[in-house]
């Protein structure tokens, strides 16, 4: 942890706002904005350095060997990406066969400027009836910002303004996509 601490905090300047809540086992964690590949490794190490287990999902194909093993390890679980599912059912049932479940999703979808997030990560959280967990990097201030567990109400349109506002001001690594 001590390396991990120096090189995150001191030769990268970066800073951690805010906490996960230890009670809050299962969560949709959604981080804005994503503009670029390097938000990877910024939230690993603020995921190492919250002591936190944070999730992702990915294409089945991903697992296989000589990669699958790493990728489980670094919380990644696979899915089957076959037309015809309902992705929105089939991640909320990784939520009720695990005990501890969050699941980081950017919900612009892309690295690229868009003006409508997309929804399935709303969906998701409302189906598997988990809080969303609103967390940002703001390459701006080099911070990041771990906020308040938010409960879905079903209002789609009213919850996503009020998950709008916790990015009010950050900017990605990329500016002009933020």
Partial sequence: MGLTKFIFYTL???KIEG?????VKK???????HTSWHDFYIGVFARRLSKTKIHWIGK???????FGAYFRWMGGTPIDRTSGQ???????????????FRLALAPEG????VEVWRTGYYYIAWEAKVPI?????????????INPPYQPTGDIQRDT???KTFYNGVVGKRPEYT
């Avoid at 969560?27 to 904005?33: L, N, R, T, W, Y």
């Avoid at 940002?136 to 080099?142: A, P």
């Fill in 12 to 14: 990268m300047g970066w």
């Fill in 133 to 145: 967990v609103p967390v940002s990097f703001n390459y701006k201030t080099k911070t990041v910002t």
């Fill in 19 to 23: 906490s996960f809540y230890p009670e």
């Fill in 110 to 113: 892309t690295r690229k400027k």
């Fill in 161 to 163: 303004e009020a998950l």
């Fill in 60 to 66: 089945k194909e991903l697992f296989k060997w000589p």
């Fill in 86 to 100: 309902n992705k929105v059912q089939l991640i909320a049932q990784l939520f009720k066969e695990k005990e501890e």
């Fill in 27 to 33: 969560a949709v964690v959604i981080v804005v904005p």
